[in-house]
């Protein structure tokens, strides 16, 4: 039985994981990018059995291609989503693109009579708007949405799933549909087109940050997110299924001290210095970055994986191992110098 799935924003991160994984492991990939002229270029990073992999045109805004996409696939994994490195100016640069390109997936889906629906959310969708303090989270809990301070990310993210499981909820009909909520995603990178999670182990290696605010989240390695898609499009009964995957929880002091401690001299301008909140405050009054760092100061957000240990066999590699084998990436491709 051929075994066909949709892999949606095939040029990213996560997704370059997960579809060669699935190759693999068997399955002929349908994957979507927005211009078929990085098909070659996708194709030469995956190195797989081009004979399993199809590329399509397909844009979150547009209903163009979806169709095709889809079509002959029994599963669908939608992983395309705008992760933007800085601040937009509007927020509806993320929301739609995110909201609508999810609802775009899930029509094609259900018209090519696919089982199962795997959707990559994020815990930006069920960890923010608590403000100071420790806290802890399950897939129980949602990003509230009418505390001020929220970023465009966050927003968009918590958007994005919840019109995606209204939609299913009305008009889902047999479509299975389960999500994938990841923490910030590190782990090897293949190429100087890296996914924007990365950014942070970036400018504590070149020295951009300066001082460390009191500032954290939790870690996940990209391989550890693609294993959990797959075990999520493969398993039984995953309807209306939620999976956080994250690790620990790590302040940026605790990641700079792991760069440290790991590459040597390597790591000669990464800094482990404190920077104090209000000082953080001040600069957001004029910085973007600063202004979205500045709610969630003082935040602990411990996002329990529990879930997805127990239901599907997930296991995460020590966050310590992620941290550096970013780094070592972003130094052998000289994105970093030494």
């Known amino acids: 039985m051929d075994k066909r799935v949709l892999v949606t924003g095939g040029s990213g991160y996560i997704a370059g994981f997960l579809i060669r994984q699935l190759v693999a492991e068997g399955w002929t990939v349908h994957t979507t990018v927005r211009d ?4 070659a270029g996708v194709r030469r990073l995956l190195a797989v059995d081009d004979s399993r992999l199809h590329f399509f045109a397909a844009d979150l805004n547009a209903d163009a291609g979806w169709a095709e996409a889809a079509a002959g696939c029994s599963h669908v994994a939608h992983l395309a989503s705008p992760l933007p490195a800085g601040v937009p100016k509007h927020p509806d640069e993320l929301i739609v693109p995110a909201r609508d390109g999810a609802l775009r997936a899930l029509r094609a889906a259900r018209a090519a009579g696919a089982r199962r629906f795997v959707m990559t959310s994020s815990v930006a969708a069920i960890a923010y708007g608590r403000g100071r303090g420790v806290h802890h989270f399950t897939e129980a809990d949602w990003t509230l949405l009418d505390k001020p301070g929220l970023t465009p990310y966050v927003r968009s993210k918590t958007i994005a799933e919840r019109a995606a499981r209204d939609w299913v909820a009305a008009e889902g009909a047999e479509l299975e549909f389960c999500t994938i909520n990841p923490s910030v995603v590190l782990g090897p ?9 990365v950014v942070i182990v970036r400018k504590l290696l070149d ?26 499009l493969t398993a039984p009964h995953m309807a209306g299924e939620r999976f956080i995957a994250s690790g620990r929880f790590m302040r940026m002091r605790e990641v700079a001290e792991v760069l440290r401690a790991g590459l040597g001299a390597q790591a000669r301008r990464v800094t482990t210095r404190d920077v104090p909140d209000w000082l953080v405050r001040i600069a957001a009054r004029f910085n973007p970055v600063a202004r979205a760092v500045a709610p969630e100061l003082g935040s602990v957000r411990n996002q329990d994986a529990s879930h997805a240990r127990a239901v599907l066999g997930w296991a995460t590699r020590p966050e310590e191992q992620s941290i550096l084998d970013t780094a070592r990436s972003l130094l052998a491709l ?3 110098q030494p």
């Open 189 to 197: 990178v293949w190429s100087v087109d890296y996914s924007a999670s």
């Open 36 to 39: 078929l002229a990085k098909e």
């Open 207 to 232: 020295g951009s940050v300066r001082a460390c605010p009191n500032f954290g989240f939790g870690i996940v390695d990209v391989r550890d997110v693609a294993d959990l898609h797959v075990r999520a």
């Open 334 to 336: 000289g994105i970093v």
